[in-house]
């Protein structure tokens, strides 16, 4: 999948001149070309990564069909294809009426819950998460984490950060700046968005699906110790470029523990991979890790807090 990206990434050179030619073709054509090149790399791809991202839906997705699994591949290329010609060619032409909200009222709790102090809205990879960051930062004072150290992705990072949406790379920063600038972000009043499906070896045991993997506690530990709430947030192509945007109750987690306990952590942890997997299960074809998901499992005699 990467190297797929990359293709479309790395060469600036011809970035740069789609970029000069293409705002001259209106929004409708570029949908239409945006639908035929997700259907060639269905028919390129079929024995490829696809192959792959097909194995890994009907190993979490069980039962499902040949028919809705087709279907499903066919949709995430779509999502995929669209979200890259958004960020890489499409960035400038970006408003937010093409963003519909729902629950704007959690953001006004939230922000009453908080007393002074900011909050942390808490997604998946799940649709357009770049635009959707946009999007918020346009209306709060954002910041992220983000992985900008994969050379297929830089530029894709790079493209938001020239819109001026701040991010802190995951990868360069050390652990204790990054969670001190989060911090400091939040207690000022502040919005961190946290997409919190990211894999790493080094991230602490946890379950999703119901087994065992590895996710971030950077989100529980902020919200634990600094006692501020989290908004969970996802958001999914509706048709084309339109996006719905979902909103949820702000969630008071720091309320139901004394300290931010190591145990505690874990439990809040889970709580929030929870929101995941529903939205995962909620919006398949929108979630972006489909083509390795399969390289998060542990093994099954590893324990994990259940």
Same mark, same amino acid.
């Given at each position: 999948?990467?190297?797929?990206?990359?293709?479309?990434?790395?060469?600036?050179?011809?970035?740069?001149?789609?970029?000069?030619?293409?705002?001259?073709? $209106? *929004?409708? +054509?570029?949908?239409? !070309?945006?639908?035929?090149?997700?259907?060639?790399?269905? @028919?390129?791809?079929?024995?490829? %990564?696809?192959?792959?991202?097909?194995?890994?839906?009907?190993?979490?997705?069980?039962?499902?069909?040949?028919?809705?699994?087709?279907?499903?591949?066919?949709?995430?290329?779509?999502?995929?294809?669209?979200?890259?010609?958004?960020?890489?060619?499409?960035?400038?032409?970006?408003?937010?009426?093409?963003?519909?909200?729902?629950?704007?009222?959690?953001?006004?709790?939230?922000?009453?819950?908080?007393?002074?102090?900011?909050?942390?809205?808490?997604?998946?990879?799940?649709?357009?998460?770049?635009?959707?960051?946009?999007?918020?930062?346009?209306?709060?004072?954002?910041?992220?984490?983000?992985?900008?150290?994969?050379?297929?992705?830089?530029?894709?990072?790079?493209?938001?950060?020239?819109?001026?949406?701040?991010?802190?790379?995951?990868?360069?920063?050390? $652990? *204790?700046? +990054?969670?001190?600038? !989060?911090?400091?972000?939040?207690?000022?009043?502040?919005? @961190?968005?946290?997409?919190?499906? %990211?894999?790493?070896?080094?991230?602490?045991?946890?379950?999703?699906?119901?087994?065992?993997?590895?996710?971030?506690?950077?989100?529980?530990?902020?919200?634990?110790?600094?006692?501020?709430?989290?908004?969970?947030?996802?958001?999914?192509?509706?048709?084309?470029?339109?996006?719905?945007?979902?909103?949820?109750?702000?969630?008071?987690?720091?309320?139901?523990?004394?300290?931010?306990?190591?145990?505690?952590?874990?439990?809040?942890?889970?709580?929030?991979?929870?929101?995941?997997?529903?939205?995962?299960?909620?919006?398949?074809?929108?979630?972006?890790?489909?083509?390795?998901?399969?390289?998060?499992?542990?093994?099954?005699?590893?324990?994990?807090?259940?």
């Amino acid at each position: 999948m990467y190297e797929w990206i990359a293709k479309l990434t790395l060469n600036d050179g011809k970035q740069s001149r789609l970029a000069r030619v293409l705002p001259i073709f $209106p *929004l409708w +054509l570029m949908s239409c !070309l945006c639908a035929v090149l997700a259907a060639l790399l269905c @028919v390129v791809s079929r024995n490829g %990564f696809l192959k792959r991202v097909e194995h890994n839906l009907a190993d979490l997705l069980s039962p499902i069909s040949k028919r809705k699994l087709r279907s499903l591949r066919r949709r995430y290329v779509r999502n995929v294809v669209y979200s890259l010609c958004e960020i890489l060619l499409l960035s400038d032409r970006m408003q937010e009426k093409n963003f519909k909200l729902q629950g704007e009222a959690y953001l006004h709790e939230a922000q009453q819950l908080a007393n002074g102090k900011g909050f942390i809205i808490y997604a998946p990879h799940v649709g357009n998460f770049f635009s959707y960051y946009w999007y918020f930062s346009k209306r709060y004072d954002c910041l992220t984490v983000a992985s900008a150290g994969s050379p297929e992705l830089l530029p894709l990072y790079m493209k938001f950060a020239e819109l001026g949406c701040k991010g802190l790379d995951y990868d360069r920063v050390p $652990p *204790l700046e +990054l969670y001190r600038t !989060l911090k400091n972000h939040v207690l000022s009043g502040g919005v @961190v968005f946290l997409l919190g499906d %990211f894999w790493r070896s080094s991230f602490p045991l946890s379950k999703l699906f119901g087994r065992v993997t590895r996710t971030p506690e950077g989100a529980a530990m902020l919200a634990l110790e600094q006692q501020v709430p989290i908004i969970p947030f996802y958001g999914y192509r509706k048709r084309n470029f339109k996006h719905q945007l979902i909103v949820g109750p702000p969630l008071n987690l720091h309320s139901q523990s004394a300290r931010a306990s190591r145990s505690a952590r874990a439990d809040t942890n889970l709580i929030l991979n929870n929101f995941i997997e529903r939205v995962i299960r909620e919006q398949p074809a929108s979630w972006f890790y489909w083509f390795n998901a399969h390289e998060r499992w542990e093994n099954a005699h590893q324990q994990v807090r259940a």
